[in-house]
């Protein structure tokens, strides 16, 4: 399975970007997919998580409100809809795949098999 991230960039303040992860996986449509984050000098952490089927959603509290994921199964593709931007969202943003999307641990991403290349967003004040 290959993950490949796009839709990052630069963005002021209050400001929207897209991001989105295509798969190449046939079983896309049962893998947890996930959002995680990673600043400079800080630890990745988890941002936004959909069940195999889009019916469950987790966010992470800071971006609850302001980040919505969701996929297309016949696109393969899950998506983060990030609106309202502030610069603590500046990170390098990674998409990942849990194949067996078992429990409610969908913020550890050690549980999460595949992972996408990362994208960049950055947003300015």
């Known amino acids: 399975v290959q993950l490949q991230a796009s839709g990052g960039g630069l963005v002021q303040a209050g400001g929207s970007l897209r991001l989105s992860c295509a798969s190449s996986?046939?079983?896309?449509?049962?893998?947890?997919m996930g959002w995680f984050r990673q600043a400079p000098g800080k630890e990745r952490e988890f941002v936004a998580a959909?069940?195999?089927?889009?019916?469950?959603?987790y966010y992470q509290d800071s971006v609850k409100g302001r980040f919505t994921i969701s996929r297309d199964g016949a696109k393969n593709t899950v998506y983060l809809q990030m609106n309202s931007l502030k610069p603590e969202d500046s990170a390098v943003y990674y998409c990942?795949?849990?194949?067996?999307?078992?429990?409610?641990?969908?913020?550890?991403?050690?549980?999460?098999?595949?992972w996408g290349q990362g994208t960049q967003v950055t947003v300015s004040s």
């Open positions: 990942a795949a849990d194949r067996f999307a078992g429990g409610n641990n969908y913020y550890d991403s050690s549980l999460y098999d595949y």
């Open positions: 996986g046939r079983a896309f449509s049962t893998y947890r």
């Open positions: 959909i069940s195999g089927r889009g019916g469950i959603t």
